[in-house]
């Protein structure tokens, strides 16, 4: 099986940054895509951005251009770093990871437990 532990949330005041950290374990035999998700309270889980095994890269229109998706495949973990945040970034985000995993013939999606960023105004 495999594990993805995020870390990095908190409390910041709009404008400020933070990173948050995606770390996958187990028995990894190869990750493909990998992500960033968030849920707020009342509202339906929204991709934040993806990377690629081969580092391409997609941002949802509400955060280009302040977050910065990336990932360390020899370490297979991913950063999120976001600046310039805003009070509608509030929200729970999930590490998400389609891999293979050694034992299964199937890649399949996990996910992880969520951390939760909150800003205030």
């Known amino acids: 099986q495999l594990q993805l532990v995020e870390s990095g949330g908190g409390l910041v005041q709009a404008g400020e940054s933070l990173r948050l950290s995606c770390a996958a374990s187990g028995s990894i035999f190869s990750i493909n895509a990998m992500g960033w998700y968030r849920q707020a309270p009342g509202k339906q889980r929204e991709l934040v951005a993806s990377i690629s095994s081969g580092s391409s890269t997609n941002y949802s229109d509400s955060v280009k251009g302040r977050f910065t998706i990336s990932r360390d495949s020899s370490k297979n973990t991913m950063g999120l770093q976001m600046n310039n945040l805003k009070p509608e970034d509030s929200a729970v985000y999930f590490c998400?990871?389609?891999?293979?995993?050694?034992?299964?013939?199937?890649?399949?999606?996990?996910w992880g437990q969520g951390t939760q960023v909150t800003v205030s105004s």
């Open positions: 998400h990871a389609i891999a293979g995993v050694y034992g299964s013939s199937s890649y399949r999606v996990y």
